[in-house]
Antibody, heavy 121, light 112 residues
Framework: EVQLVQSGAEVKKPGESLKISCKGS????????IGWVRQMPGKGLEWMGI????????RYSPSFQGQVTISADKSISTAYLQWSSLKASDTAMYYC??????????????WGKGTTVTVSS | QSALTQPRSVSGSPGQSVTISCTGT?????????VSWYQQHPGKAPKLMIY???KRPSGVPDRFSGSKSGNTASLTISGLQAEDEADYYC????????????FGTGTKVTVL
């Protein structure tokens, strides 16, 4: 079964750093892009960025460029999303999803359950 | 890159049909046949319902269908059921090297 398992909920203070994870299983992790999606409380879905674990090619949505870092460790089939200095406005649910990309298809076909990040003093 | 435009809400009675629109530009929806639709129930992760404009993953009821005309894609739910009450988001490939994907604003479907 294809799965993306995300790390658990986090509660942090403003200014702290954080790295959350997304572990893939049941498929060739290096052959699919992984996307990160933010959902703020009561709001819609926002693309943050994508990474191709095969060669670590990474693209950021303009709104998130410089605000977060996306990385991957293909040896353990895990993608990461990290912040160096959290703000209260980073409070949100964060989803990772597998991006199936081919000449005939572009789709987020498998989603993790999400990681809740709460930033509060 | 602006979010695709969806109606904030649509509603229908059980058994009726509802259609959700997703309006973009010739640079995203109109330029590629890579529109997908996701269903999200409260407190749950999004679930893929339609991809590549009109393809349905296995396990998704055939009550769900997708189409596209020009810069507007549509998701139709026929024979509305109580469990269809959820938020729905469209997503389109946009082809930009900077960042090639964009979501819609989301639509709340209410079953009356």
């Amino acid at each position: 079964e294809v799965q993306l398992v995300q790390s658990g909920a986090e509660v942090k203070k403003p200014g702290e750093s954080l790295k959350i994870s997304c572990k893939g299983s049941g498929y060739s992790f290096t052959s699919y892009w992984i996307g990160w999606v933010r959902q703020m409380p009561g709001k819609g879905l926002e693309w943050m960025g994508i990474i191709y674990p095969g060669d670590s090619d990474t693209r950021y949505s303009p709104s998130f460029q410089g605000q977060v870092t996306i990385s991957a460790d293909k040896s353990i089939s895990t993608a990461y999303l990290q912040w160096s200095s959290l703000k209260a406005s980073d409070t949100a649910m964060y989803y990772c999803a597998r991006l199936r990309y081919s000449s005939s298809s572009r789709v987020l076909d498998v989603w993790g359950k999400g990681t809740t990040v709460t930033v509060s003093s | 890159q602006s979010a695709l435009t969806q109606p904030r809400s649509v509603s229908g009675s059980p058994g009726q049909s509802v259609t959700i629109s997703c309006t973009g530009t010739s640079s995203d929806v109109g330029g590629y046949n890579y529109v997908s639709w996701y269903q999200q129930h409260p407190g749950k992760a999004p679930k893929l319902m339609i991809y590549d404009v009109s393809k349905r993953p296995s396990g998704v009821p055939d009550r769900f269908s997708g189409s596209k005309s020009g810069n507007t894609a549509s998701l139709t739910i026929s024979g509305l059921q109580a469990e269809d009450e959820a938020d729905y988001y469209c997503c389109s490939y946009a082809g930009s090297y900077t960042f090639p994907y964009v979501f819609g604003t989301g639509t709340k479907v209410t079953v009356l």
